[in-house]
């Protein structure tokens, strides 16, 4: 009978009930205190629920996404990106399965105010790179992806940040990839603004 519990013991982790939620915890920021929480429904690859939370409570800081919304999410794309001095936190996110649909804004940023995270939402037009195409070329295009994407923080009040645009050129079939870096600045209020400004790279294939 010990033998039984044994092997059904061992069988149950190398093959865990697919009823059961996933529950991964990553991207802990600098002091330890606080990381990223996603939680995976069973059999359901795409509404997940994704939480800024204190790490030895499990306390929820600020919900990111919920698992409850009806767009599609793949919660692989997420990464946060924290401050040196943990107070500052940028998320950056995917808002639907790549290919689906192309993504306008993809980060979130979250300040410390003593007692928990304040969310705060960049402007809405963003720096955009501008592809460059050979002569004659580029202009029956389709729109193939991209977004923007937190780098690192600069400073607890300057984020660094790449912006990125993917199109398929159906002159020469090739794919254009340009890809800008530029920063936000956040002032005492935490309102955002833009600041430097880099040159589009682009990338063909």
């Known amino acids: 009978m010990k033998e039984f519990l044994f092997v059904a013991f061992a069988c149950s ?16 920021s600098p ?30 800081m600020v919900t990111l996404h919920s698992g409850a919304d009806t767009d599609l999410f ?10 040196a001095d943990s107070k500052s936190v940028a998320y950056g996110f995917r808002a639907s399965p790549p290919g689906v649909r192309e993504v306008e804004h993809g980060t979130l940023v979250c300040f410390w105010n003593g007692s928990n995270f304040d969310k705060v939402f960049l402007p809405e037009n963003l720096p955009t ?34 912006s990125e645009n993917m199109v398929l050129s159906e002159d020469d079939d090739k794919s254009y990839t340009g890809v800008l870096s530029f920063t936000i600045s956040f002032d005492a209020q935490n309102h955002a603004s833009v600041g430097k400004i880099g040159k589009t790279k682009t990338k063909v294939e």
């Open 129 to 162: 790179p501008k592809l460059k195409f050979p002569k004659g070329k580029g202009i029956d295009v389709k729109p193939y992806g991209g977004g923007v994407t937190p780098v690192k923080w600069l400073t607890p009040r300057e984020l660094a940040m790449s």
């Open 13 to 28: 982790i190398g093959f865990p009930y697919v009823g059961v939620a996933a529950e991964q915890i990553k991207y802990l």
């Open 31 to 60: 002091d330890g205190r606080f990381g990223l929480r996603v939680t995976q429904p069973a059999n359901d690859e795409y509404h997940p629920t994704v939480e800024l939370i204190e790490k030895d409570t499990g306390k929820v």
């Open 74 to 83: 793949d919660a692989s794309e997420c990464v946060l990106v924290w401050s």
